[in-house]
C-alpha cells in the first residue's frame, strides 16, 4: 500500500494550505477571538469551521484557551507552560501533551454570541470527529494515501506548526514595540511569513491584537491582510481594523530602531514605490551623497522633487534611505531615478539583482 503520490502530496500542501489561511488566521483568530472584521454569519461559520480543522481544539476551547494565555502573559510574572518559557525540547512535550492544571483559574467569559451558538457549541463537541467525513471523501478519491497527507500529515504540520511558531513568537526574533508590565512580549518571525499566512508577525499583534492586518511595516508579507482586502472588494467583508482605529495604549512603547541594508525584495518596492497610489503622500526619500562628482543640481534633475538630496562628505559613496532601509551605489541611483520616471521601475527591478551586487559587500555605516 503506497502512501505517498504526488497527488495526494499536492492535497496536503493544498488543504493544508487553504486551512491556515482561511480556517485558523481568518476564522478562528481575526475574527472569532479579535473581532478585527465584520462579514455575513454564513462567512464567519465556514471561516470558523475551517479552523476547527487544524486540529488544535474546538472553536470556544481555542477561544478560552487564548484568552486565558493573553491574559495570563500581560501580567508581570507568567507560567512557562503560557509564555513557552521553557528549552524547546521541554516546551514542545508540554504543548503537544499535557495540559496545564491551576490551583486558582482565572474566569475566562466567552462572548455570548460564541458560547451561545449552537454551531459553534456541535463544533465544540465534535472537533476531532469533523475529520472523519474528510477522511472518507479523501479515501473514496484516492485511497489511503490521500488520508494520510490529506488528513494526518495536515493536522500533524498545524498542530506542531502552530507550536514551533508560538515558541519562536514568544522566545526568539526582532521587536518593534515593548507593553510594559507584560511578562512576555512577542517577537517578529521573519522569513515565515507566508506558511504562517501573516501570523509570524507577533510582536505586532502584542501591540495591536485587534488589528485585521498583522504585517505593518515595508517587506512584511501577510496573506491574511491580501485576502481580507480581496474580501472587501468583493463585498464580503467590511469594517477592517487597523491599528489607527484602536484605542490608544498608554503601556504600548515604541523601540528606536537600527537601519539595516535593504534587500533585494525592498529594492524590487522601491521600485515601484512611484505606482502605488498613495505614493504622494508618502514620506520623501532621501539620498545621501559625498559630493565628489555630482552637483546637487545634476541629482534634482534625475531623481526629481519625489526625492530629498543631503550632502554628506563622511560617505564614501551615494546612499539611498527610506525609512530604516539603507541601499547604496548604483542600486541606490536607479531606484532614485525611478521616482521621476517610473516606466522606468520594470527595467531597473530586472537588473535590480546585477546591481546590488557590490552593495552587499559594503559596511552598513558607508552602505
Known amino acids: 500500500m503506497a502512501t505517498f503520490t504526488w497527488g495526494a502530496f499536492a492535497l496536503f500542501v493544498t488543504s493544508t494550505a487553504i486551512v491556515l489561511l482561511f480556517g485558523h488566521s481568518l476564522g478562528s483568530h481575526r475574527k472569532l477571538i479579535h473581532g478585527s472584521f465584520q462579514c455575513p454569519k454564513w462567512l464567519e461559520r465556514t471561516l470558523v469551521y475551517g479552523g476547527t480543522m487544524v486540529g488544535l481544539a474546538g472553536p470556544i476551547g481555542l477561544v478560552r484557551q487564548h484568552d486565558l494565555r493573553d491574559f495570563a502573559q500581560r501580567l508581570p510574572r507568567c507560567h512557562d507552560y503560557l509564555r513557552n518559557g521553557r528549552g524547546w525540547f521541554v516546551d514542545a512535550w508540554w504543548q503537544l501533551n499535557c495540559d496545564l492544571v491551576l490551583d486558582a483559574e482565572p474566569a475566562v467569559a466567552i462572548e455570548p454570541r460564541i458560547?451561545?451558538?449552537?454551531?459553534?457549541?456541535?463544533?465544540?463537541?465534535?472537533?476531532?470527529?469533523?475529520?472523519?467525513?474528510?477522511?472518507?471523501?479523501?479515501?473514496?478519491?484516492?485511497?489511503?494515501?490521500?488520508?494520510?497527507?490529506?488528513?494526518?500529515?495536515?493536522?500533524?504540520?498545524?498542530?506542531?506548526?502552530?507550536?514551533?511558531?508560538?515558541?519562536?513568537?514568544?522566545?526568539?526574533?526582532?521587536?518593534?514595540?515593548?507593553?510594559?508590565?507584560?511578562?512576555?512580549?512577542?517577537?517578529?518571525?521573519?522569513?515565515?511569513?507566508?506558511?504562517?499566512?501573516?501570523?509570524?508577525?507577533?510582536?505586532?499583534?502584542?501591540?495591536?491584537?485587534?488589528?485585521?492586518?498583522?504585517?505593518?511595516?515595508?517587506?512584511?508579507?501577510?496573506?491574511?491582510?491580501?485576502?481580507?482586502?480581496?474580501?472587501?472588494?468583493?463585498?464580503?467583508?467590511w469594517d477592517l481594523r487597523l491599528p489607527a482605529d484602536l484605542p490608544p495604549r498608554a503601556e504600548l512603547v515604541e523601540l528606536p530602531q537600527r537601519p539595516r541594508r535593504a534587500g533585494l525584495v525592498d529594492a524590487w518596492r522601491l521600485c515601484f514605490r512611484a505606482w502605488s497610489r498613495d505614493a504622494a503622500s508618502r514620506p520623501a526619500l532621501l539620498v545621501r551623497w559625498p559630493a565628489k562628482l555630482l552637483s546637487r543640481h545634476a541629482l534634482a534633475t534625475l531623481f526629481g522633487p519625489q526625492v530629498r538630496l543631503r550632502r554628506d562628505p563622511d560617505l564614501h559613496r551615494l546612499m539611498l534611505c527610506a525609512g530604516k532601509l539603507r541601499l547604496a551605489g548604483m542600486s541606490a541611483i536607479a531606484i532614485g531615478a525611478a521616482q521621476r520616471r517610473p516606466w522606468l521601475a520594470l527595467p531597473i527591478s530586472l537588473a535590480m539583482p546585477l546591481l546590488m551586487l557590490h552593495c552587499r559587500r559594503m559596511p552598513l555605516a558607508t552602505a
Open 115 to 237: 458560547a451561545n451558538d449552537r454551531f459553534y457549541r456541535f463544533l465544540e463537541r465534535t472537533w476531532m470527529a469533523q475529520q472523519l467525513p474528510w477522511a472518507l471523501a479523501f479515501h473514496a478519491w484516492g485511497g489511503w494515501a490521500f488520508v494520510f497527507w490529506g488528513v494526518c500529515a495536515r493536522v500533524t504540520a498545524g498542530v506542531f506548526g502552530h507550536w514551533l511558531i508560538g515558541y519562536f513568537a514568544h522566545n526568539h526574533g526582532p521587536m518593534r514595540r515593548v507593553v510594559t508590565g507584560a511578562a512576555v512580549q512577542g517577537r517578529n518571525v521573519r522569513f515565515t511569513s507566508l506558511i504562517t499566512m501573516g501570523e509570524c508577525w507577533h510582536n505586532n499583534h502584542h501591540a495591536y491584537p485587534g488589528s485585521a492586518r498583522l504585517g505593518l511595516a515595508a517587506g512584511e508579507w501577510d496573506p491574511g491582510w491580501w485576502c481580507l482586502v480581496a474580501l472587501e472588494r468583493a463585498g464580503l467583508v
